[in-house]
RNA sequence: CGGGGCGUGGCGCAGUCUGGUAGCGCGCCGGCUUUGGGUGCCGGAAGUCGUAGGUUCGAAUCCUAUCGCCCCGACCA
């Protein structure tokens, strides 16, 4: 491509309503304009890139299998009725009537059509394993999206289903999506990590992000430094240390005044006790009904845990109306002594003695307090919030945390739309089964973003090669000396010959306009021709992060190229 | 949905408090100049001040309503 009749409508300033850099690089280096909040028009250049990130997810699922199709966007409501989701799914999913009055919605995700689709063809076991994938706009109507690309309401969503006899089939099935995956992501050039995760409203038994590492990203992965366990906050386990006070007191307990104190650091400070040895009791509503949480206090709880472990579909903190009706105090005096609600505790709790917790009463606090002598929980259970530094579940080793953005997600589904939609086979015994599902998610446009918030600096993007829209550029420096020119004629035309994305900077510009484009929208490779160096026969090559250029011969660039790409990869 | 902010030539902004008929930088067009990191100078085109209504002799500016966009939170594959 000669930039000349290339369509890159950069710009020096950085949009007004942009905060991450991929959305301020996007739109500044030319790579999409926004039309409406979360909706946005890809230029060329970010087309470009993304055919390339889907052009290796294709290739990588046809290896593993899989069958591309094509779903429509527009969905009828009579299938979401059928699965269950069209009353449960809520204002995120957008709908529609058509002229004759029948109920529509754009596609937010496919489960609903391709179950559909396997229910009618898909009789027998002999016709499975099978795995259908596609590439396609998806519209979610976001609470509220945000930076850009990151959370867009229209996206570029690559989603994957498989189909099995049974659960052991679908766990094959599964494994294969995770090494593709991991292949996919390698070879975008991202720094990701795979992380057990939440299954959240999608169900199913296996889940599994990648995540890749941004500082910018909204996710947090705690993952330990030394085995191989790495999980999303939501879902990190960790080993419980020993408590500070490890023996049991015989002294009852006993209520003791606390004026104002509320927060565990007043009581802790007041009554010269660590935090750790507080019991920080959480009043919930659980689909309505109360309940109590107890985490150590100097512990955060964790809402996914207690959701999932509690298996109800609306779960917050009760307000302080609610606590008081139910603890009989102010907010800040809870606690588990004599409340006869459910109890569940952390594993953390178990481990405490001689404890200080509320006592149900104004500006009051209980000390001497045992767990299972004072009070009895329906259980111990992991409900406390993981963070750095804490010990390792597999390996009690240390672990760390990073800052990550999801952009793939794998599921094992199990029956969860098979069974209501009638998705069923046949068995070699002639009895019928419900097909075990799979659903293998990456979000496409957002692995473009998140390519950018890991690779980037103060001039621009920096792409990994495999998803450059160019892998080089060419800056023929003065258009005035025609030996300048010629050779970057020469070069371009070698260069795109070998098979090489080229764009040849042919625009009559001042060279630090070009050099300013060139990094700005972050192609991999530089080849600098200036007429001082060409009149030794010397060009420059320079990749987007290298500090000096590495002068050679005008005929070993395509040599020199291929080489430096090749390295990449290896 | 709660909280905050912003809508003024293509882009980034000032002007709004204290009403008097719109300005700066970048970009764009023409000319000269310059030519290895966004050159300098001269000339020029371009704005229903988000929209609607109201107050006023007069509204970008004050009042009311409304739409849009961004950020924080809640929410979320």
Not at 455 to 466: L, V, Y
Not at 530 to 546: C, Q, T
Request: glycine share 8%.
């Amino acid at each position: 491509m000669r930039y000349s009749q290339a369509f890159i409508p950069t710009r020096k300033d950085d949009p007004a309503d942009a905060e991450m850099p991929s959305h301020k690089l996007l739109i500044r280096a030319g790579y999409m304009e926004q039309v409406a909040a979360g909706i946005y028009t890809l230029l060329p250049l970010g087309w470009k890139s993304v055919r390339k990130i889907e052009e290796i997810i294709r290739q990588e699922l046809d290896r593993a299998g899989a069958q591309e199709i094509l779903m429509p966007m527009v969905q009828p409501a009579e299938l979401w009725q059928r699965s269950g989701r069209w009353g449960f799914y809520g204002p995120e999913l957008l709908r529609f009537t058509d002229r004759k009055s029948q109920e529509y919605c754009l596609g937010p995700t496919h489960e609903e059509v391709i179950t559909d689709l396997v229910r009618r063809h898909v009789r027998s076991y002999r016709d499975m394993p099978l795995n259908l994938y596609q590439v396609q706009g998806k519209f979610r109507d976001e609470v509220r999206p945000r930076g850009g690309l990151l959370r867009g309401r229209e996206f570029i969503m690559k989603d994957a289903y498989s189909f099995d006899v049974d659960q052991a089939g679908a766990l094959v099935a599964y494994e294969k999506m995770r090494v593709a995956y991991t292949r996919i992501f390698e070879r975008c050039g991202l720094d990701f990590r795979r992380v057990e995760a939440d299954t959240g409203a999608i169900g199913g038994t296996s889940s599994h992000e990648f995540q890749v590492l941004a500082q910018t990203g909204e996710d947090r992965i705690i993952s330990c430094s030394t085995c191989a366990y790495t999980a999303n906050v939501e879902m990190a386990r960790f080993k419980r240390q020993t408590a500070d006070t490890t023996t049991a007191t015989s002294a009852a307990c006993e209520p003791v005044s606390t004026p104002g104190k509320h927060t565990v650091g007043e009581v802790a400070q007041f009554l010269k006790v660590a935090p750790s040895s507080l019991l920080k009791t959480l009043i919930y509503l659980a689909d309505n009904a109360p309940i109590v949480a107890i985490v150590p206090g100097d512990r955060e709880l964790n809402e996914v845990k207690l959701k999932g472990l509690l298996k109800v579909n609306e779960l917050h903190l009760a307000t302080d109306a609610v606590v008081t009706e139910v603890t009989g105090a102010p907010v800040g005096f809870a606690g588990p002594v004599g409340l006869d609600f459910p109890i569940f505790a952390d594993l953390g709790v178990e481990l405490m003695h001689d404890a200080v917790t509320g006592a149900n009463q104004g500006d009051t606090h209980l000390i001497h307090v045992e767990p299972g002598r004072d009070f009895k929980p329906m259980a111990y259970v992991d409900l406390a919030m993981a963070s750095e530094g804490d010990f390792c579940p597999s390996c009690s080793e240390k672990m760390v945390e990073f800052r990550g953005i999801e952009v793939g997600h794998i599921f094992v589904l199990g029956t969860k739309y098979s069974e209501p939609m009638g998705a069923t086979f046949l068995d070699p015994d002639g009895d019928a089964k419900p097909i075990v599902m799979g659903c293998y998610g990456i979000g496409v446009t957002r692995v473009l973003a998140a390519a950018i918030e890991q690779n980037h600096d103060a001039d621009g993007i920096i792409w990994p090669s495999s998803i450059a829209p160019y892998q080089v550029i060419i800056l023929p420096l003065q258009l005035k000396d025609e030996a300048v020119v010629a050779a970057g004629e020469q070069l371009y035309n070698t260069l795109a010959d070998a098979g090489l994305d080229v764009l040849l900077d042919d625009r009559d510009l001042r060279p630090g306009g070009k050099f300013k484009d060139a990094d700005l929208i972050g192609i991999p490779y530089r080849v600098t021709i200036g007429s001082r160096g060409l009149a030794d026969g010397k060009v420059e090559l320079k990749h987007r992060r290298d500090a000096q250029p590495e002068l050679i011969e005008v005929n070993a660039v395509l040599e020199h190229l291929q080489a430096r790409l090749r390295n990449e990869h290896s």
